[in-house]
């Protein structure tokens, strides 16, 4: 397992300008054979440079080189090379391989999923398919001629343009895709399947008409047209915001069961997680509606930034993700409330990235080493990714960022390059100096940045002393000031903005600086990184008082949200020491101020008022503290929801009540929008745990008429001890059974409830008829949720929920390694709980670690932990 390193970078010895595939589908086996045309690259290698091409399972049959038939002897196979020690300058390799993909659970590589073939070749799994030069530098045209049972496999597709089909003896038929477009291995893609074809088309912005297919199994044909109108959208809005035009005829997306990833953006052939495509509002909630619109666009967007322009190396990951992360977030934004997208990318950051960057498996933004790339397809990698691109974007603005972008793409297209070309090209298009900027791909770790101020009555001047310090890690020892924009307001006490007009964005370039304003009343109050202009850990003087003004006041509404949370995290953290120190709990006043004030607010946008009134859930409320008490968090956080729900209930209630009135079939922002907000009312009201509001949840669970509401409802029935629990779960089986996105549902609703006897239920459900391995959202719907999302459970004093997580975690190994190294990662943060419960969790790892035949996925992940 040894790691690869960025420093060791070297241009391909070889090019392989075209490959010419054909895939012979049969039930027991499937034959490959690859047709490629070499070219030495003369600045990397000479005559004597052998030919090395990556070769993972591939059982090799024959192989031709020029019009010479090779022997076995006549190349070296490795484990996971091909060889051939002299070779011409050009010259033409022909190499047959047999494949068994019905045995391959890993999902990488040509896989089954429900009777279909497909396959996922990013990262590195074209080398499960064939004999290649398997790296994103090496750029090739592709055919693609795929043979099969024509009963079985009526639909057989690959990228580019159906160029060629008929019908073959046995009952056999065939078909061959042309790829006009040179691109890296990754994006191959190959269907093969008894599936619909649900079909629309698009007009391009210069007149030319795009089919536009979705593929599924016949009993979801109904359930494809958010999906579709998804995909609309995304290409009318790629060209409105970014000038870009779609290029081939034809887009298709195919959706299948059984996948690691969310999507993959394979060129003309995108494979889906069916999550990210079915959806109807029986069966889908709010979320997952937005979630299908916002993968489809990152998909989509991924043809510009990704395939057209490409990798240079894995390191430079970012380079596409980071960049079509902020484009998909840019689109969701656009189309639906910007302020609600900003809420929840940034809830997701602080949950997520924020621990990952401060554990063992923190990176820059730009990797220098790993060990298996899918490991780093990391939540640095893409939402620190992305807003690194924001603050770019921040930093230049709207028009000259477009600017740049345009270069970008008129610098690059057909070729594999580097996030040092895209910064580059920025500054260029600007004018600006961004030197110091680039850290922010190389330097790892969260910032941490203190603002404190003083007042001069006298002078009626404000001081404004801004300072950044990032801790030190395995990375870099020494952390240097990082580039940061911090958008920047200041409010008068009656809430007016009396911002100078030059500062708006103030750019902190080095460790500390201090801003100095004149004329400024006193009881003006400052809002900080409005938008969250830079992804950092802030700590202000602000007092209460003053954040609830902001809560009240700010017009950026990112921050008017963010001030209710730093209200809750305050009134948490006194809660907690409380606990700890047995005193009686009392929640303050001016907490429930504040939410009454939010709650009768005429002017609030209801997903708004929905998001400022939520708490802070126990995970991110556990990272603000060096050691995390998980008993202590979950108390304190209950005891505020419950007084908090004593005191406001007749609002929660008034709330309730007027969600009859909306369609339960509407998907306009404002339905959803209700929605979230009644969802949040209910939360509250199930807190009060009386024999009355365990009855008003059952009965919005009955009539809910859709998702969103059904499986909201359930949610909270699970996580109470009622007698309505078990007959809801029952019905809901019954109701949904046969539906697997639904059934993940099921299970999600389960895992995550944090009453006594969880941790059995989830054991009882492994072994539940319905339950699979072989499934990457059934695992993450129980195992991924109770490891992940269920900290009271998961951390139980006696480390029962280590020691089972540990087990399953050893057993899926031998299944799916990559669902498995993600699994793992929630012992990562061992070192941040008690003695105790340090002890075990390291205890699982070691036991984890010693495991024989360990998968290179799950050792990168536990060797780091421990290490
Ligand atoms: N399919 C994954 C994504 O789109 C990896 N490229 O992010
Ligand atoms: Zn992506």
């Known amino acids: 397992h040894e790691p690869k390193y960025l420093k060791d970078y070297r241009p391909p010895a070889y090019w392989i300008d075209t490959i010419d595939l054909q895939f012979d589908l049969y039930e027991k086996e499937v034959i490959v054979t690859s047709f490629m045309k070499i070219q030495r690259n003369n600045e990397q290698a000479g005559e004597h440079t052998p030919l090395v091409l990556n070769c993972q399972d591939a059982d090799i049959l024959h192989v031709v080189a020029g019009d010479m038939v090779l022997l076995p002897g006549e190349y070296e196979r490795g484990e996971d090379y091909f060889k051939l020690n002299r070779v011409p300058e050009q010259f033409t390799l022909e190499i047959k391989n047999r494949l068994t993909p019905q045995n391959n659970t890993s999902l990488e590589g040509l896989y089954k999923s429900s009777g279909t073939f497909c396959t996922q070749c990013e990262a590195e799994g074209f080398r499960k398919i064939t004999c290649f030069s398997d790296r994103p530098d090496v750029m090739s045209r592709f055919s693609c001629i795929i043979t099969a049972d024509e009963n079985k496999y009526p639909v057989l597709l690959s990228n580019g343009n159906l160029v060629k089909k008929g019908k073959l003896e046995n009952n056999r038929h065939y078909v061959k895709w042309e790829d006009p477009f040179k691109k890296p291995s990754y994006l191959f893609a190959l269907v093969a399947g008894d599936l619909v074809c649900i079909k629309d088309t698009f007009t391009t912005c210069s007149g030319r008409e795009i089919d536009l297919h979705i593929y599924v199994e016949a009993e979801n044909k109904d359930k494809c047209g958010h999906a579709m109108a998804s995909l609309k959208q995304s290409m009318a809005w790629d060209e409105q915001r970014f000038g870009r035009e779609y290029d081939l005829d034809l887009y298709q997306i195919v959706a299948v069961n059984d996948f690691n990833m969310g999507a993959m953006e394979n060129k003309g052939l995108n494979v889906f997680n069916s999550k990210y495509v079915l959806a109807r509002p029986e069966t889908a909630t709010d979320q997952d509606f937005m979630n299908i619109q916002g993968v489809i666009g990152h998909e989509y967007f991924h043809n510009w930034t990704g ?73 640095t990698v893409y939402e620190k990714g992305a807003e690194v691109i924001r603050m770019i974007h921040e930093i230049l603005g709207r028009e000259i960022f477009r600017k740049g972008m345009d270069l970008y793409f008129h610098r690059f297209d057909g ?186 607010d005429p002017h609030m946008d209801r997903a708004l008022m929905a998001k400022t009134i939520t708490l802070p859930d126990e995970n991110e409320i556990g990272e603000k503290y060096e050691i995390i008490d998980v008993d202590a968090i979950h108390s304190a956080r209950q005891f505020l929801r419950q007084s908090i729900a004593k005191e406001l209930e007749g609002l929660f209630m008034e709330i309730i009540d007027s969600g009859s009135a909306v369609d339960p079939k509407d998907l306009s922002h404002n339905a959803m929008a209700h929605r979230s907000l009644v969802n ?92 699979t391995w072989k499934n990457p959202n059934r695992i993450r719907s129980l195992i991924g949720v109770f490891g992940m999302t269920n900290p009271f459970v998961f951390h139980q004093a006696d480390g029962a929920g280590y020691q089972f997580f540990a087990d399953k975690v050893i057993d899926l190994d031998k299944i799916n390694p990559q669902i498995t190294a993600r699994m793992v990662s929630v012992f990562n943060r061992y070192k941040r709980y008690d003695a105790r419960r340090r002890e075990l969790m390291k205890n699982q790892l070691k036991r984890i670690h010693d495991v024989r035949g360990l998968s290179r996925d799950v050792y990168e992940i536990v060797s780091r932990a421990l290490g």
């Open 415 to 600: 070729r594999a390059v580097t996030t040092e070309d895209f910064i580059q090209t920025m500054e260029d298009a600007a004018g600006v100096d961004l030197s110091r900027f680039r850290l922010w791909y190389s330097q790892s770790g969260t910032p941490r940045v203190t603002v404190r101020r003083t007042y001069n009555e006298k002078r009626r001047q404000l001081t404004i002393k801004i300072a950044q310090t990032t801790p030190p890690d395995h990375n870099q020892q020494q952390k240097k000031a990082l580039h940061i924009p911090i958008k920047f307001g200041l409010l008068d006490k009656n809430g007016k903005d009396i911002t100078p007009p030059e500062h708006h964005l103030l750019e902190l370039k080095s460790l500390e600086k201090e801003w100095v304003f004149d004329d400024i009343p006193s009881e003006t109050v400052p809002s900080l990184f409005r938008g969250f202009s830079a992804p950092v850990i802030m700590d202000t003087d602000l007092t209460c008082e003053e954040l609830s003004f902001l809560m009240a006041h700010d017009n950026d509404a990112f921050n008017r949200w963010d001030a209710a949370q730093q209200l809750y995290f305050r009134e948490i953290d006194t809660l907690i020491s409380g606990l700890q120190s047995h005193a009686t709990p009392t929640v303050s006043s001016h907490v429930i101020n504040a939410l009454e004030k939010a709650l009768k």
């Open 307 to 379: 395939n057209r322009v490409t990798l240079q190396n894995w390191f430079q990951l970012s380079l596409k993700e980071g960049l079509t992360v902020f484009r998909d977030q840019e689109f969701t934004a656009d189309l639906n409330s910007r302020a609600v997208k900003r809420i929840s990318d940034v809830k997701n950051l602080r949950t997520l990235q924020f621990p990952e960057d401060a554990g063992p498996m923190s990176h820059p933004v730009r990797p220098e080493s790993y060990i298996e790339m899918n490991n780093f397809y990391t939540m």
């Open 680 to 771: 949040a009312a209910l939360s509250y009201v199930a807190a009060l745990e009386s024999p009355q509001s365990q009855e008003i949840i059952y009965q919005h669970f009955i009539s809910s008429g859709n998702m969103t509401r059904e499986i909201f409802s359930l949610t909270l029935l699970c996580d109470m001890t009622s007698p309505f629990t078990g007959p809801a779960l029952e019905q809901f089986y019954e109701k949904w059974h046969t539906d697997p996105l639904v059934m993940d549902k099921w299970f999600s609703v389960q895992a995550g409830a944090t009453v006594p006897g969880t941790l059995d239920k989830i054991k009882s459900l492994c072994r539940h008829p319905d339950f």
